[in-house]
């Protein structure tokens, strides 16, 4: 089986995993949506069940989250706790654990190997480290109550990209969550930052995508038995594979390579847009971006293989401009491009990804800037750029 782990957010995404993700070794699916999917599903791919309890985060913002999740969350028992400030701070440690093993018994329901604790996002300060270490022992005692035989993932979603940028905000954070693992008996951690974006190409990236090494190198050293989730992104979930810090690289199906918190009005959104191979990136499509492969093809000597590749995007294009092609054709690219880093030795993976993204940085060279929409990741180069200086 593929390490990759593909989350599957309702029935488009479960058609696209179908078609181009069965050999995963695990699919994540929320609890929110699952009873949309589960009479599709037809695979024997294992289960991780996410009980979306990062969507608080909204209500805690002082925000609404999406109508649909706050009507799910609302037939569990106790579950305007996480919901105010206040009830964060001091919670109350047995209406935890009833909203908690209520969420938990729903998850059980539908047999899954894996289940995400209930946990709230990271943010600045401490003042939600007594509620997280409160819910990952409720998460505990539910598990011993009821003799699931499954595994407990810890996640990590970080909220702000100041909180991966040096090892003294990190580290505190990283220290409660080693605690909130221990109390879960958790043997898996899920570690994404939702605001990277890493194909937007900006100025910041090189240093944040070291940051981000370097925060991955000291969570391994804390938590050195537990396997790590780490994404989705577009190619930094595969930079931490490949360089051995994280077991499983989690990926989107076609469309967004970012997560999103629960109940976020942005997960129903977005641009039509098609993949790049030979620059291992994607762009908005468009006139724009037609015009622009006219211009890119006339750089390029034709018996190089990234003309016969822009050439044949060419040719297709009228038909990839619809969303269900586009998202297509972008997933299957993404497992075409993981399946070429992940057929060769783990020893060598952080040189193949190298080479494959240098290759793309050389093409990217040669080209045209990208249309407007792309800014500020106009130069071709940029994405593969960025990543491939963190392979090594």
């Not at 958790?186 to 570690?191: E, G, I």
């Not at 997560?259 to 997960?267: C, E, V």
Request: net charge positive; charged share 25%; aromatic share 12%.
């Amino acid at each position: 089986m593929a390490d990759h782990i593909p989350f599957v957010n309702g029935i488009t995404d479960y058609e696209t995993f179908r078609a181009h993700y069965h050999d995963s070794c695990m699919v994540r699916m929320p609890l929110e949506k699952i009873n949309r999917i589960r009479g599709q599903r037809r695979e024997n791919t294992p289960l991780w069940i996410d009980p979306g309890i990062d969507g608080y985060e909204y209500y805690l913002r002082g925000r609404e989250p999406w109508a649909p999740w706050s009507n799910y969350i609302a037939d569990f028992k106790e579950n305007m706790l996480l919901a105010t400030a206040d009830s964060v701070k001091n919670p109350d440690k047995e209406k935890l654990k009833l909203f908690v093993g209520n969420v938990l018994d729903k998850c059980n329901e539908f047999s899954p190997k894996w289940i995400t604790v209930p946990q709230l996002p990271i943010t600045e300060g401490n003042s939600r480290n007594r509620v997280n270490r409160a819910l990952a022992r409720a998460a505990y005692e539910w598990k011993a109550a009821n003799s699931f035989s499954g595994e407990f993932v810890l996640p990590l979603i970080f909220t702000h990209p100041g909180q991966v940028r040096i090892k003294t905000n990190w580290m505190p954070k990283l220290q409660v969550a080693r605690k909130c693992c221990t109390d879960a008996q958790a043997s898996l951690v899920w570690v994404v930052d939702s605001n990277l974006y890493d194909q937007d190409g900006s100025g910041t990236f090189p240093k944040r995508f070291a940051a981000l090494v370097s925060f991955h190198e000291d969570l391994r050293r804390l938590f050195p038995k537990e396997r790590v989730i780490a994404g989705p992104y577009w190619g930094m979930n595969l930079v931490l594979w490949a360089r051995s810090l994280c077991e499983y690289p989690a990926v989107s199906l076609g469309t967004g390579y970012q997560y999103r918190l629960s109940g976020d009005f942005g997960a129903i959104r977005g641009k039509i847009r098609i993949a790049l191979p030979p620059l291992r990136r994607w762009a908005v499509a468009g006139v724009e971006l037609r015009s622009w492969l006219d211009a890119a093809l006339k750089c390029l000597n034709p018996k190089f293989e990234g003309h016969g590749k822009l050439a044949t995007l060419k040719k297709d294009f009228g038909a990839l401009v619809t969303k269900d092609r586009s998202r297509d054709q972008i997933a299957k690219f993404y497992k075409m491009w993981f399946d070429k880093i992940e057929q060769t030795d783990e020893k060598v993976r952080p040189h193949i990804l190298y080479e494959d993204l240098s290759l793309a940085y050389v093409l990217g060279k040669q080209l045209p800037p990208l249309p407007k929409s792309e800014a500020p990741g106009r130069d071709p180069s940029i994405v593969a750029q960025q990543l491939m200086l963190n392979c090594l």
